[in-house]
């Protein structure tokens, strides 16, 4: 059955519309204006034309970033899905079980992310942090301050830690939504609990792994404030994401132009890689 | 109220849903929209309800144009083929409901739905959630939902659908007391010919977006108008045969009788499964067959037969312990055939309808 | 294929049922033949899914004890009962192409690539969808789908059985003819045991050769179509089978005469005294309208034209009547009068049908 058709209802999503203008758009304008001029103070601008944006490609220092920055999302899906998917398949499907897993799944979601990061800053230290000072007891030399590969790892586990309980709640959803035919019937065909998995349940699952994917891939790619807190970027550049960086550029250097030309194009790599992950994600279900 | 559709029509993307179509629906009555799934049924029905906007057209009531006004200012009910209630509220509250959006004074909700209550069997139910009724009983609160406020049009949309076979039965031989009681225009929607038989008033076949008959029940039921119609209009399905006519007789191999004053040509013979025999019975003609299958319901027997290319499908009265794949001769009264030109039209309507 | 014994099976969903009612399915013993084709039929908990669990190894049944041919599978999972089962919504794998669909419980036997091939060619054969193997699943109408689950069991050489819960629910009034009358012909070649649930008496009584009826957790009669039609067991059965379903007047039966409304009609045979609620059972196909005279007084309500034969609705006293005519035969248009038929009239005592022969309760 189609759809009813109403006309009407987009008079409905007009305030909306104009609440998105407003706080999205026109301050997006802002930034392009700023990124083909240049300013030295006062209210002085001068004609840059791609100036900015020509710099901000050839920069050695954004190209580092940038290559952190897709290693690092890359690894937080490569991780956060698959751990994701395997929490949803083995949490309880109902009972007070259920309930209790639902709710101990949702609480790191509800920790302000400047917390997470104080959490993870004090629990890694190795002199009173029970993380780091357990793994230093153990004779494992661990110090996320100066060795970039802790660092790395810390802010790595403290994601996962994080937003593993998203992607894990979407499947969960996911999942309880086939019905009980279905696995009666691999029962009945006696399909491997492997073959269960990517026959009956990756399929149904399509739908809300996009949106996991898709949600863990912008949000890690603009991780700001977490590893702000515990590393501050460091130790050096190690841990300068992006985000970080464009900070770094705008506020502490105050260079608006190249500061502006470096959001512009951010903000295309995202568009761009969420754009080819739905592609590729959907192109399975329009073909019959 | 008089409910009046006029060259309303429907697309969507670009796909007809509705073609063209006219339909008068009188003051108190009760009207059937018989065709199978994605004839158009429910399209149609939106569409008087006012919750689709046609793509052509216009919409009276009682000859006021309507097209435009909400589904909100137009008294009308729906019933759905899913059990729509208020889970959390009880029946009472449920029937409730709609006088209370309509700010009906307290005492005079009370009336109506204990009145209305009483007429849907709900009575003894009042105070409790729809969860902990029947299937049944669920669809009856939702029908006196609709019913309760009056409303002038009440569109139901294969409400038996998700029922239980007996109950469906139990409902459907309500609703046309419910109908009567209630004085709205009643639109129903079926996929199941017997449904609109046993509901009677008039019948709108539908088949592929176009009503292709609206007339009184057994008049589109006996005097189809074309072999589409009939087709639609038949469970188990009409059975057809290709003959030829010759000098006013028309003949199936060596079966033949008298065709009355058509043309010579091709025509489409059409007879319903009921009106084939085992036996000779005065005026028939006999039909050589081979018995694929027999079915056997407790009162009567439906054969499965194959004559050259055409499969037919038989009801005959009695238990029939037939040998499967065997030839099987069965008698046809001719008085019982139509005949359709090869475009599908009517060409002459079975003899015995006229006397119906 | 086997043949499937139900001994003094009974199931109750509570850990410790002690009242009658606490049983979903209370004590039963059926056997069913080897090649049967058996209906399951009843209205919605009435017992018949949970007797299906039982049989598909979903449910573990509280007593008794459930055999295919000789060998005790109550504890024995599903995936080693080698039973077959189409759902009432139809499952397939839509990722997959008919012929992977159709493939899947072979190849996950470990059965030979070659052997597979030929298998599914047979049963895409059989089933009709020889023409639309390579095609995706997913995009195929229910009744396709439908017949892929069917395929998808048939397609085991060494099934026991092939279970249908409910397998037309989604299917269009003209698909099903043409859904049944495969299934039954396949039955036909093929031989298996099926076994059939459905709310449907259509259904039931058209696919099986033994129709077990359900209420409230029993099993109240099981027998051939027409049995179940023409010697009701229980006023249940006289109800819930045929359309309109058997009419129910309360009557005091004295010998060879029921007397009803201060009316008395003859019987067929004599009874002796009988106790309890009694009542005369008489199917709307064998009672004649009359005007005045002989029969029960007859209130006519309505009449509805169902094509072939039209329903004459009225009250015979308090009770509901029912009377069917043939179409064609005229209805006396003062009809006040209903006669039945005494060979097709029944006495019901307490719900039970009370044979004549030996004038005990079929209970």
């Not at chain 1, 026109?26 to 990124?35: A, D, F, K, Q, R």
């Not at chain 3, 006023?235 to 007047?249: A, D, E, K, Q």
């Amino acid at each position: 059955m189609d759809k009813p058709l109403n006309n009407r209802a987009w008079f409905l999503v007009l305030p909306v519309l104009a609440l998105v203008a407003f706080s999205a758009v026109l301050p997006l304008m802002t930034v392009v204006n700023y990124s083909v001029q240049d300013t030295f103070g006062g209210n002085q601008f001068f004609w840059a034309g791609l100036e900015w944006f020509e710099e901000v490609i050839h920069s050695d220092r954004i190209r580092a970033a940038l290559g952190r920055q897709i290693l690092f999302s890359a690894i937080i899906l490569a991780i956060e899905i698959p751990l994701g998917i395997f929490v949803a398949l083995n949490m309880p499907k109902k009972g007070v079980w259920a309930s209790f897993c639902l709710v101990l799944m949702a609480l790191p979601l509800l920790i302000p992310w400047n917390v997470v990061g104080t959490i993870w800053q004090v629990f890694g230290r190795v002199d009173i942090g029970l993380l780091g000072y357990a793994l230093s007891s153990l004779g494992i030399d661990y110090n996320y301050v100066n060795d970039p590969i802790d660092a790395w790892v810390t802010v790595i586990v403290m994601d996962v830690w994080h937003w593993t309980s998203l992607v894990a709640l979407l499947c969960y959803a996911g999942l309880q939504s086939i019905p009980d035919a279905y696995y009666q019937a691999a029962r009945i065909d006696q399909a491997s609990r492997w073959k269960v998995f990517r026959y009956i349940e990756l399929p149904k699952m399509q739908g809300v792994l996009l949106i996991a994917v898709l949600l863990r891939f912008m949000d890690s790619f603009m991780i700001y404030t977490e590893p702000f807190v515990v590393t501050g970027g460091g130790p050096g550049n190690a841990t300068t994401f992006l985000s970080i960086d464009l900070v770094k550029m705008a506020v502490g250097q105050f260079d608006l132009g190249p500061a502006a030309a470096f959001s512009l194009i951010y903000f295309l790599v995202i568009l761009l890689i969420s754009f080819v992950f739905y592609t590729v994600m959907t192109k399975e279900q329009e073909t019959p | 109220m008089t409910l009046e559709l006029r060259g309303i029509s429907k697309s969507v993307g670009g796909r007809v849903h509705v073609h063209s179509t006219d339909l008068t629906l009188r003051p108190g009555s009760m009207n059937v929209l018989l065709g199978p799934t994605l004839a158009g049924k429910t399209t149609l029905m939106r569409l008087m309800a006012g919750l689709d906007r046609p793509t052509g057209g216009r919409v009276f009531w009682n000859g006021q144009d309507v097209t435009d006004q909400r589904v909100q200012d137009r008294r009308v009910a729906m019933v759905y083929q899913q059990f729509i209630n208020y889970p959390s509220m009880s029946v009472y509250d449920n029937i409730a409901s709609p006088l209370r959006l309509m700010r009906v004074a307290r005492d005079e909700i009370d009336r109506r739905v204990r009145e209305t209550a009483e007429m849907m069997r709900l009575t003894p139910m009042l105070q409790r959630r729809p969860l902990e009724l029947s299937g049944g009983q669920q669809q009856r609160c939702a029908l006196a939902r609709a019913l309760v406020k009056g409303a002038g049009l009440v569109l139901l949309d294969e409400p038996l659908a998700n029922l239980d076979y007996k109950l469906r039965e139990e409902l459907r031989a309500e609703i046309p007391r419910i109908f009567e009681e209630s004085g709205a225009i009643f639109v129903y929607a079926t996929t199941e010919p017997e449904e609109a038989l046993l509901l009677g008033g008039h019948t709108a076949a539908l088949w592929e977006g176009r009503v292709t008959q609206f007339g009184p029940t057994p008049q589109v039921y006996r005097a189809p108008r074309d072999a589409i119609t009939a087709r639609v209009f038949s469970d188990p399905p009409m059975n057809f045969k290709e003959v030829a006519l010759k000098s006013g007789r028309a003949g199936i191999h060596s079966a033949e009788w008298d065709a009355g004053d058509l043309r010579d040509g091709r025509y489409l013979a059409g007879f319903r499964a009921a009106h084939l025999s085992l036996h000779e019975t005065p005026g028939s003609v006999p039909l050589a067959t081979v018995l694929d299958t027999t079915e056997i319901t407790g009162a009567e027997t439906f054969l499965h037969l194959r004559h050259g290319q055409d499969r037919w499908v038989g009801l005959v009265e009695g238990v029939h312990k037939l040998d499967h794949g065997q030839n099987l001769t069965v008698w046809l009264d001719p008085a019982h055939i139509y005949l359709f030109t090869p475009e599908g039209a009517l060409a002459r309507a079975a003899p015995y309808a006229a006397a119906a | 294929m086997t043949r499937i014994t139900l001994e003094n099976l009974a199931h109750s969903y509570l850990p410790n049922p002690s009242r009658d009612e606490d049983w979903a399915l209370k004590p039963m013993t059926l056997t069913w033949q080897d090649g049967g084709a058996y209906a399951l039929l009843g209205s919605s908990g009435c017992g018949k899914s949970t007797l299906l669990n039982i049989i598909s190894g979903l449910l573990v049944p509280s007593q008794g004890r459930i055999l295919f041919g000789d060998s005790d599978v109550t504890g024995l999972p599903t995936a080693e009962r080698n039973i077959a089962q189409v759902f009432q919504f139809p499952v397939v794998y839509d990722t997959m192409s008919v012929r992977d669909n159709l493939a899947f419980p072979l190849r996950n036997r470990g059965l030979a690539e070659a052997e597979v091939g030929a298998r599914v060619a047979e049963v895409a054969e059989m089933i009709g969808m020889s023409d639309v193997l390579d095609r995706r699943a997913k995009g195929l109408t229910a009744d396709a789908k439908q017949k892929i689950s069917l395929g998808r069991g048939m397609v085991r050489q060494d099934v026991n059985a092939i279970l249908f819960d409910e397998p037309l629910t989604v299917i269009d009034p003209h698909m099903k003819w043409e859904l049944r009358t495969q299934l039954k012909d396949l039955h036909r070649r093929f031989g298996h045991t099926m076994i059939y649930v459905t709310h449907d008496q259509t259904e039931a009584l058209t696919f099986a050769d033994q129709v077990v009826v359900m209420y409230d957790g029993r099993v109240v009669q099981a027998g051939t179509p027409e049995a179940l039609f023409n010697a009701p067991e229980h006023t249940f059965v006289g109800y819930f089978i045929g359309s309109p379903g058997m009419n129910l007047i309360e009557a005091r039966v004295e010998g060879a005469t029921a007397h009803v409304e201060g009316a008395s009609v003859a019987l067929a045979h004599g009874y002796a005294p009988l106790s309890g609620k009694t009542q005369l059972g008489i199917r709307p196909e064998f009672l004649r309208l009359g005007t005045g005279g002989a029969g029960l007084p007859f209130a006519l309500r309505r009449i509805e034209d169902v094509g072939h034969h039209r329903i004459v609705r009225g009250h015979v006293g308090g009770a509901e009547v029912n009377v069917i005519v043939p179409e064609g035969q005229p209805i006396p248009e003062a009809a006040d009068r209903v006669i039945p038929d005494p060979a097709h009239a029944h006495v019901y005592a307490d719900d039970w049908r009370v044979d004549p022969a030996t004038q005990e309760r079929a209970a």
